[in-house]
């Protein structure tokens, strides 16, 4: 990846979102927005908009070479890379038997080789800057384990694995790693699940309601403020988790 290594061009700070054009991820687009972020994001297949404070283009996440092709866009157009969100995932709801291998390569493609293709592409420039936040959206799957979800649960698990160990990894050049689990939400995967699944996961909140997508998202934004928390692990929602 080519890297800026002279004064960055911008006042604003820069966040590259993956799968922008999804329920929650068109939730973080508009709020990185309203809080004076200049977006960039991703998708595979719904298009988005690009203007002055937004570059859009379609990627895919699990790939690494159209990745750093992104990244470079942005880094061409406005000198840095401040926040980059793994948000992008595919689920397909089936227990493991009925699984096919498509959807099995397709899940730990977007879900987890998603995540290493986009650091990569990110991470040089976030090295040259010696800042940076790294956040990947995990699941509450990936820590309790979920029926029909056993290759989901995997790959979101395996995010937790992959933030703790690269949040050793960046200390170094004062980039933040974390790890955020949203909560059962009213909209993308959420809004798709049967009603059953909905009312399961509204039983099993403490407080008898699904997780705020807008909460969500300001929580991620404000996790990118504070200067001395990485290689964390955070629950957004009000089920008890497995472990963290």
Same mark, same amino acid.
């Given at each position: 990846?080519?890297?800026?290594?002279? /004064?960055?061009?911008?006042?604003?700070?820069?966040?590259?979102? *993956?799968?922008? *054009? %999804? &329920?929650? #991820?068109?939730?973080?687009?508009?709020?990185?927005?309203?809080? %004076?972020?200049?977006?960039?994001?991703?998708?595979?297949?719904?298009?988005?908009?690009?203007?002055?404070?937004?570059?859009?283009?379609?990627?895919?996440? +699990?790939?690494? @070479?159209?990745?750093? =092709?992104?990244?470079? /866009?942005?880094?061409?157009?406005? %000198? =840095?890379?401040?926040?980059?969100?793994?948000?992008?995932?595919?689920?397909?709801?089936?227990?493991? +038997?009925? *699984?096919?291998?498509?959807?099995?390569?397709?899940?730990? #493609?977007?879900?987890?080789? #998603?995540?290493?293709?986009?650091?990569?592409?990110?991470?040089?420039?976030?090295?040259?800057? =010696?800042?940076?936040?790294?956040?990947?959206? @995990?699941?509450? +799957?990936?820590?309790?384990?979920?029926?029909?979800?056993?290759?989901?649960?995997?790959?979101? @698990?395996?995010?937790?694995?992959?933030?703790?160990?690269?949040?050793?990894?960046?200390?170094?050049?004062?980039?933040?790693?974390?790890?955020?689990?949203?909560?059962?939400?009213?909209?993308?995967? %959420?809004?798709?699940?049967?009603?059953?699944?909905?009312? =399961?996961?509204?039983?099993?909140?403490? $407080?008898?309601?699904?997780?705020?997508?807008?909460? +969500?998202?300001?929580?991620?934004?404000?996790?990118?403020?504070?200067?001395?928390?990485? &290689?964390?692990?955070?629950? $957004?929602?009000?089920?008890?988790?497995?472990?963290?």
């Amino acid at each position: 990846m080519t890297v800026n290594r002279k /004064k960055i061009q911008v006042d604003k700070k820069v966040v590259f979102i *993956t799968g922008g *054009t %999804g &329920g929650f #991820g068109k939730t973080l687009v508009d709020k990185f927005s309203r809080c %004076g972020y200049l977006v960039a994001y991703t998708s595979r297949k719904a298009e988005g908009v690009n203007t002055d404070v937004f570059i859009w283009d379609k990627v895919e996440s +699990s790939s690494l @070479s159209e990745n750093i =092709r992104f990244a470079e /866009k942005v880094v061409k157009k406005w %000198g =840095r890379i401040d926040v980059f969100v793994l948000n992008a995932a595919v689920n397909f709801d089936a227990i493991l +038997s009925r *699984t096919g291998i498509e959807e099995i390569n397709e899940m730990i #493609g977007v879900n987890l080789r #998603g995540f290493f293709a986009g650091v990569k592409a990110v991470l040089p420039q976030m090295m040259a800057q =010696r800042n940076g936040d790294i956040i990947a959206v @995990s699941s509450y +799957s990936g820590s309790c384990g979920k029926e029909g979800q056993s290759i989901y649960g995997a790959s979101k @698990s395996a995010l937790i694995g992959a933030v703790r160990s690269l949040a050793k990894e960046a200390a170094e050049y004062n980039i933040k790693v974390n790890a955020v689990l949203p909560g059962f939400m009213d909209t993308g995967m %959420g809004a798709r699940s049967a009603e059953k699944i909905k009312q =399961r996961a509204q039983k099993d909140n403490l $407080l008898g309601r699904l997780a705020d997508a807008s909460e +969500s998202a300001e929580f991620i934004i404000n996790l990118c403020r504070l200067s001395s928390v990485s &290689g964390q692990v955070f629950n $957004l929602d009000s089920r008890i988790v497995g472990w963290l």
